[in-house]
């Protein structure tokens, strides 16, 4: 089975240079080094609100919602809820907790779940994969992994959007690139690596219940 969430193509000029958004678009230095997480709050707000009416407040351009110039707007609004600090954006229990913020302040409830160094492919899997089954993309972060193919990806966000079970692979927005991951290399039992990952549940009217549980340590 296969399956593929919409993510955004972002277009210049009528020229397409994104599938999602990139950090490299972003107008200042740091900005563009740290955004990453910002990108991918932008990739979930997107992606929900071109999927689901009820959600289209998170992401209400005034325009082309695939123009570049309207995405860059909403990853600006995504950086003032997810500003990174010294040491970047590595924390997932602060993205939901700022994803829910934005998403609150637009009239919609959200409730955030969280895996955080799993130990098992399975366990991976089953949280990635249930995701997007539910029409739900999952905000992932790499901390640390060996790879050759992740060299350049440790310490940063990436947004998956879907998942190809034959070739065991695995889709995700990565600086605005589309991207297919081996899950295999990804999660290697025989390696150590270390990673963490939200998805949201979608609620359609507000509550006064706790918005976040953690599947894993957090």
Known sequence: MREELQCPVITKDGKIIGYGGDQEWFTKEFQRLAGCGSVTGSNLA????????????????????????EYLKLMETMYTYMRPGFMGYPLIGRFAKDF??????????????????????????????????????????????????????????????????????????NCGEREVISW???????????????RFHRYLEKKKEERSVCVNWC
């Open 46 to 69: 997107a992606i929900y609100a071109a999927s689901d009416e009820a959600m289209k407040p998170l992401y209400e351009p005034k325009t082309d919602a695939c123009c570049q110039e």
């Open 100 to 173: 829910s913020r934005y998403a609150e302040d637009k009239g919609i409830l959200l409730k955030a779940e969280k895996l955080f160094l799993p130990k098992k492919k399975e366990q991976s899997l089953k949280f990635i994969l249930g995701g997007i089954k539910a029409g739900d993309p999952v905000a992932f972060l790499i901390l640390r992994h060996p790879a050759a193919q992740l060299r350049e990806d440790n310490w940063h966000w990436v947004t998956i959007t879907g998942y190809d079970e034959e070739n065991h692979q695995l889709i995700w927005s």
């Open 184 to 198: 295999d290399m990804l999660f290697d039992p025989d390696i150590k690596y270390y990673v963490g990952m939200v």
